[in-house]
């Protein structure tokens, strides 16, 4: 795991333990960008309710504010707090995640909308 802290010429490495995952929690609460492993390529990830954050990995990716940002979150409890799902993506949720499926999924979430500069749809994965 490889950790961009406030300024994003600092670069940390650390180990994808839970000593190396509580530093990298520490530092997405503090505004910082993470980088890490998923299951298929490396993900960039921030708090997505800190608009300074999402704006940094706008900034890394070079990447036009137009083009709207997945939201990998921890389980799907979590997207459900964030997105609606009805018994379809409920079902596929369940047979897929944790796993290579986003969603694109009504938002539920008005905070994380506003943040991610979104209108009314997220991608949202597990």
Same mark, same amino acid.
């Given at each position: 795991m490889i950790i961009k802290e406030k300024n994003l010429? $600092?670069?940390?490495?650390v180990n994808c333990d839970k000593e190396g995952? +509580?530093?990298? /929690? @520490?530092? =997405?609460?503090d505004g910082g960008i993470v980088v890490f492993p998923t299951d298929t390529v490396?993900?960039?990830?921030? $708090?997505?309710?800190n608009k300074k954050s999402v704006q940094k990995i706008y +900034?890394?990716? /070079? @990447?036009? =504010?137009?083009k709207s940002l997945p939201v990998l979150t921890y389980s799907k409890e979590t997207a459900k707090k964030i997105a609606h799902f009805d018994k379809i993506t409920e079902k596929i949720a369940d047979k897929f995640w944790p796993g290579a499926l986003t969603m694109i999924l009504k938002i539920k979430d008005k905070k994380i909308k506003e943040s991610l500069n979104l209108e009314d749809k997220i991608a949202i994965r597990v």
């Open positions: 010429d $600092d670069i940390l490495k995952i +509580e530093k990298a /929690s @520490r530092i =997405i609460s490396y993900g960039i990830g921030c $708090d997505p309710y +900034e890394i990716k /070079s @990447r036009s =504010i137009v």
